[in-house]
């Protein structure tokens, strides 16, 4: 089987598309409107700025919960879009709006509920109470009576 393997050869397989992609690189430089060296220090800064925000995702994991990981990534998006309104001069289209709503809708709910933790804590509520409280199922017989309309 020529090329089309899991590792490849010299001449196909993914080796060889990846080498491919990596030779279009000062081709990509010599075509870049702010010139070649501009874009080596792009290149660059992109590749430093990606592994610095693998370990800082690894550090808040680290520190604090994939939750809150998962909550700080899911409130970047919609402000990237609005970073994009404020220095690209994009427009600022009702999908846009719509996602910077609910995004900060679900990261004061979060801390909302951590705040409604830490209260039970200050007002002396021992860490097994609350865990019990928050993690026990509740039963049928110990919900409210269903509105009749």
């Known amino acids: 089987m020529r090329g089309g393997g899991s590792g490849g050869g010299a001449r ?3 080796i060889g598309r990846k080498r491919k992609k990596f030779r279009a690189i000062p081709r990509e430089a010599n ?3 702010l010139g070649k060296a501009k874009y080596y220090i792009i290149m ?8 610095l925000q693998g370990v800082g995702t690894v550090g808040v994991i680290f520190y604090t919960s994939a939750l809150f990981n998962g ?16 220095f690209y001069h994009e427009s ?3 999908l846009k709006g719509i996602a910077l709503v609910l ?7 979060y801390f909302y509920g951590e705040y409604k933790m830490m209260k039970k804590v200050v007002n002396d509520e021992t860490p097994g109470v609350i865990d019990k409280v928050e ?3 509740k039963r049928l017989d110990d919900q409210d009576e269903a509105y009749i309309v």
């Open 71 to 86: 909550i700080l990534a899911a409130l970047l998006v919609p402000l990237i879009g609005v970073a994009a309104v404020i």
């Open 135 to 137: 993690h026990e199922p």
């Open 92 to 94: 600022f289209t009702g």
């Open 31 to 33: 075509d870049f409107e």
């Open 12 to 14: 196909g397989g993914w």
């Open 44 to 51: 660059v800064m992109s590749a430093i700025i990606w592994q």
């Open 103 to 109: 995004c900060l809708w679900g990261f004061s709910s």
